[in-house]
């Protein structure tokens, strides 16, 4: 069969492997004579998949001892109301503001947190540049500072994580990693807390992952919901109430592909890294050199997972998309507040998809120039 390629933003394209071997196993896992999401979640099938899908991803992304790993649900956005339940001790908290999910997480955290306190933000640019650490506010005894990694609807990537310590906060770093969790090695040693929906890299949509310093534990608002309370969340492995079982059965078998991918002598997520950036580096390259297409975000702040895009005559927007779709490219539709044309290319999109695109642009580009 040959699907075409898949450019949403998320829920987004999962590695066909993936998919094949979920539908082999869809009517009964491993002779059990149960499918995934018939299994009691106690039950010792669901456990062994649940705990090869812990170990794999603690493996595959260096996560180190001292941190817990948590299958949540809520997505991306409860998590913002999540941390600040768990971490504010209703103090202050610092936010560094880069694009629409920050600034979202900001506005939803200030419902908890004692204070909120805007440390950086690059609004004044359109989002479109990363602010410089070093000129960044951070307040004196933060309960945390936030900041979204991977800016999925503005295409800003923190290229590193900051190091607060050396900025003088010692307060724990949050990082919202939904959208590009699994696309390159996370630096531990620089965060406290990293959350992420899976519909973008991992699986579907329904699970939440979150890794959390252990120190970080047992702080909770009197508010926070049982359920949410990392703690609690933590000490039940992710089973105080029923985790989503399908979402980290599927995760879990992203994991093991992941782990079987290779690029010279590196495997798993060093080895995606090295595929991204090419496909990334790739992209912006013929956009930067074409007539027609432009990209608007600094360089150094460029996402790798996702690249907005506008043509130069925006009247021609309707007849690129319809033209992509005929051309087996799908969901290239720009964020409506953002406009134009995206291409997410995660860690599913291999770099035949990217040069699929790239040739229907250079032919669109043609037939209009
Ligand atoms: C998609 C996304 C979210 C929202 O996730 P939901 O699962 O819809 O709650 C949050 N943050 C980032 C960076 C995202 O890309």
Same mark, same amino acid.
């Given at each position: 069969?040959?699907?075409?390629?898949?450019?949403?933003?998320?829920?987004?394209?999962?590695?066909?492997?993936?998919?094949?071997?979920?539908?082999?196993?869809?009517?009964?896992?491993?002779?059990?004579?149960?499918?995934?999401?018939?299994?009691?979640?106690?039950?010792?099938?669901?456990?062994?998949?649940?705990?090869?899908?812990?170990?794999?991803?603690?493996?595959?992304?260096?996560? *180190?001892?001292?941190?817990?790993?948590?299958?949540?649900?809520?997505?991306?956005?409860?998590?913002?109301?999540?941390?600040?339940?768990?971490?504010?001790?209703?103090?202050?908290?610092?936010?560094?503001?880069?694009?629409?999910?920050?600034?979202?997480?900001?506005?939803?955290?200030?419902?908890?947190?004692?204070?909120?306190?805007?440390?950086?933000?690059?609004?004044?640019?359109?989002?479109? %540049?990363? *602010?410089? *650490?070093?000129?960044?506010? !951070?307040?004196?005894?933060?309960?945390?500072?936030?900041?979204?990694?991977?800016?999925?609807?503005?295409?800003?990537?923190?290229?590193?994580?900051?190091? !607060?310590?050396?900025?003088?906060?010692?307060?724990?770093?949050?990082?919202?990693?939904?959208?590009?969790?699994?696309?390159?090695?996370?630096?531990?040693?620089?965060?406290?807390?990293?959350?992420?929906?899976? @519909?973008?890299?991992?699986?579907?949509?329904? &699970?939440?992952?979150?890794?959390?310093?252990?120190?970080?534990?047992?702080?909770? &608002? *009197? %508010?926070?919901?049982?359920?949410?309370?990392?703690?609690?969340? +933590?000490?039940?492995?992710?089973?105080?109430?029923?985790?989503?079982?399908?979402?980290?059965?599927?995760?879990?078998?992203?994991?093991?592909?992941?782990?079987?991918?290779?690029?010279?002598?590196?495997?798993?997520?060093? +080895?995606?890294?090295?595929?991204?950036?090419?496909?990334? @580096?790739?992209?912006?390259?013929?956009?930067?050199?074409?007539? !027609?297409?432009?990209?608007?975000?600094?360089?150094?702040?460029?996402?790798?997972?996702?690249?907005?895009?506008?043509?130069?005559?925006?009247?021609?927007?309707?007849?690129?998309?319809?033209?992509?779709?005929?051309?087996?490219? &799908? @969901?290239?539709?720009?964020?409506?507040?953002?406009?134009?044309?995206?291409?997410?290319?995660?860690?599913?999109?291999?770099? %035949?998809?990217?040069? +699929?695109?790239?040739?229907?642009? @250079?032919?669109?580009?043609?037939?209009?120039?």
């Amino acid at each position: 069969m040959n699907r075409p390629y898949n450019f949403s933003a998320g829920p987004a394209a999962i590695p066909e492997e993936v998919l094949e071997r979920a539908a082999a196993e869809m009517l009964d896992w491993h002779g059990s004579g149960m499918g995934v999401m018939e299994m009691s979640h106690r039950g010792k099938e669901f456990i062994a998949i649940y705990e090869q899908a812990e170990a794999d991803l603690r493996e595959l992304l260096a996560v *180190p001892s001292h941190f817990r790993i948590l299958f949540m649900q809520g997505g991306g956005l409860a998590e913002n109301a999540i941390v600040p339940l768990n971490l504010s001790r209703a103090a202050t908290v610092d936010f560094v503001v880069t694009g629409a999910w920050s600034a979202k997480s900001r506005k939803e955290a200030q419902k908890y947190a004692a204070e909120v306190h805007t440390a950086a933000s690059s609004e004044d640019t359109g989002f479109t %540049a990363l *602010p410089d *650490p070093a000129t960044w506010s !951070l307040s004196r005894g933060a309960s945390y500072v936030h900041l979204c990694s991977n800016e999925t609807i503005h295409g800003i990537e923190f290229q590193e994580l900051p190091d !607060l310590a050396a900025l003088g906060s010692d307060a724990p770093l949050v990082i919202d990693f939904s959208s590009h969790v699994a696309s390159r090695p996370v630096d531990w040693s620089r965060v406290g807390l990293a959350f992420g929906g899976a @519909q973008k890299n991992l699986g579907p949509a329904g &699970l939440t992952l979150v890794v959390v310093r252990e120190d970080l534990l047992g702080h909770a &608002l *009197p %508010a926070c919901p049982s359920a949410f309370d990392y703690k609690t969340v +933590a000490d039940n492995h992710s089973m105080f109430n029923t985790p989503p079982t399908w979402g980290i059965y599927m995760a879990g078998l992203t994991f093991q592909w992941l782990k079987r991918q290779r690029e010279g002598d590196v495997t798993g997520v060093a +080895a995606m890294e090295i595929r991204n950036r090419a496909k990334a @580096q790739r992209f912006y390259d013929y956009v930067d050199g074409s007539q !027609l297409y432009l990209n608007k975000v600094a360089p150094n702040a460029r996402s790798r997972m996702n690249i907005p895009f506008f043509l130069r005559d925006e009247s021609r927007n309707d007849a690129f998309l319809s033209g992509a779709r005929e051309h087996g490219l &799908l @969901q290239v539709k720009g964020h409506k507040s953002v406009g134009g044309m995206r291409a997410s290319l995660y860690n599913a999109m291999p770099m %035949a998809g990217v040069e +699929a695109l790239i040739a229907y642009m @250079q032919e669109f580009e043609q037939r209009h120039a």
